[in-house]
């Protein structure tokens, strides 16, 4: 969804229950650099929490889906190898058509990219030492 600032200019707010619109020409350069950064960033501990969940149930003497779990992985890197391509694709074509809005989201973009890797790395970390430890992984 998009916002507007006071001076006439937009922004971006994430609306999960959207209309599927292309987010190419509307996202300004910023916001599709930070939602890749988020997207790679946070990769592996959504992975390790798709697996722990069939670890889990496992545990539990539920019926898994172990195959159907390491599939998914593979088509979610795929999806993120084409979702890397369209981020930097969606940079410049961002940049070139929503220029001011590029530059108004500097900050507040490169505050969500960093908090992006931070969050990322930590889930990845404290998933590791309870695999590790526990041998369990929050989901």
Do not use: C
């Amino acid at each position: 969804m998009m916002g507007t600032y006071a001076n006439g200019y937009h922004f971006i707010i994430y609306d999960h229950h959207g209309k599927g619109d292309l987010t190419l020409f509307t996202w300004d350069g910023v916001s599709h650099l930070s939602y890749m950064v988020a997207s790679v960033a946070n990769f592996v501990t959504k992975e390790m929490s798709y697996i722990g969940y069939q670890i889990d149930r496992d545990g539990k003497n539920q019926e898994t889906q172990y195959l159907d779990a390491g599939i998914g992985v593979g088509i979610d890197f795929i999806e993120v190898l084409f979702g890397i391509i369209y981020g930097i694709v969606g940079i410049f074509v961002g940049t070139i058509l929503n220029p001011m809005n590029t530059l108004i989201n500097i900050p507040g973009g490169v505050a969500l990219a960093i908090e992006s890797i931070i969050e990322g790395v930590a889930n990845t970390g404290s998933d590791v030492i309870s695999l590790v430890t526990l041998r369990h992984i929050e989901f």
